[in-house]
């Protein structure tokens, strides 16, 4: 549904889910946004342990305003991370059902459920 609000029409390939399923095998593991703003803190820490990282509370909070990564796309879909300082839960206007969005939308959100439950099964849960 927030995909639409900057593009009219979407495909699977334009959010990106086919192209993690074939990257899923290069992975050692998946990191769910929800599962991870759920406690970021800890989160990372348990990230950092399993890949040897030190970790580090400068992790959790950053300055607002532009980087020289964020690279072209930044005007057109980084306001929130710009304006940004740290990882918060995102807006309530992003969540609920797949009857929830526009009729022409909900045979993409089921296929797109079916690969997420795929990714799903394989992230890292504290």
Do not use: K
Request: proline residues 7%; glycine residues 8%; hydrophobic residues 40%.
């Amino acid at each position: 549904a927030s995909y639409t609000q900057v593009r009219e029409q979407v495909t699977l390939a334009d959010i990106g889910l086919p192209q993690q399923l074939e990257l899923i095998d290069r992975a050692e593991l998946v990191i769910d946004a929800d599962d991870f703003l759920t406690d970021p803190g800890a989160y990372l820490e348990a990230l950092c342990q399993r890949l040897g990282l030190p970790f580090s509370e400068r992790m959790l909070s950053w300055p607002a305003g532009r980087r020289d990564s964020d690279g072209c796309w930044a005007p057109h879909w980084y306001g929130a991370v710009e304006s940004s300082t740290g990882f918060n839960r995102p807006d309530s206007r992003a969540t609920g059902g797949i009857d929830r969005l526009p009729p022409h939308l909900r045979p993409l959100a089921e296929e797109a459920l079916a690969l997420y439950a795929t990714l799903a099964a394989r992230r890292l849960v504290l």
